[in-house]
């Protein structure tokens, strides 16, 4: 299976989340580490910290905003035999979101991308995706193997792109999946 990466639009800017309104703590043991920077690679740099039922981890990197104000965090989850990029907010209804299969699929259990947000940066991409001269985050992968990447369209949404998505991204919105041809994806620094 490929790795997957993460992305935003070319208009906005990620920036680290320190919220710690949601006192529910969670177990960060089943985190998944996303880069190591340790000069023995010990130490990761960014972490997958598992999450349930609408719950933040601290250093959530934000990747997009709602029109009415709501962060939106870089997420993904199990589901289906893949591992799917998607939003994380305190105010979705489960906790995530992602698209598939054509409809918006919302999920109670995910992972929540935590880390220093300026060790991060956005790549434009139009179109299928094209990996240059950048090392993107890896989001996640399809059961059948394609890429995907999580990205970040005009109107502040998170998403996934892959280069069998030939119109650019895909994300859920309003209980569908909608499609963007510009997008950025999030790489390290």
Known sequence: MSTASLAQSATSRSTASLDHSNNNARDD??????????????????????ATDRYIPPKAVQGGIEKTGEPLYIARAFFHGGLHPGKAGKHLSKGFSMSFDSKEINLSE??????NASRL?????????????????PGGHESGGETVRSIYNGSQ???KCASHLKKGMVFGY???????????ILAYV
Do not use: M
């Open 121 to 137: 940066r956005w790549v434009e991409q139009n179109g299928p995706v094209v990996i240059g001269d950048f090392t993107p985050v």
């Open 157 to 159: 949404q998170i998403g």
């Open 29 to 50: 043991d089943n985190s998944l580490s996303a880069r190591k920077d340790g000069a023995d690679g010990s130490r990761p740099e960014f972490q997958w910290v598992k």
């Open 174 to 184: 309003g209980g569908k999946e909608k499609n963007e041809g510009t997008y950025n």
């Open 110 to 115: 995910y992972y929540v991308l935590c880390g």
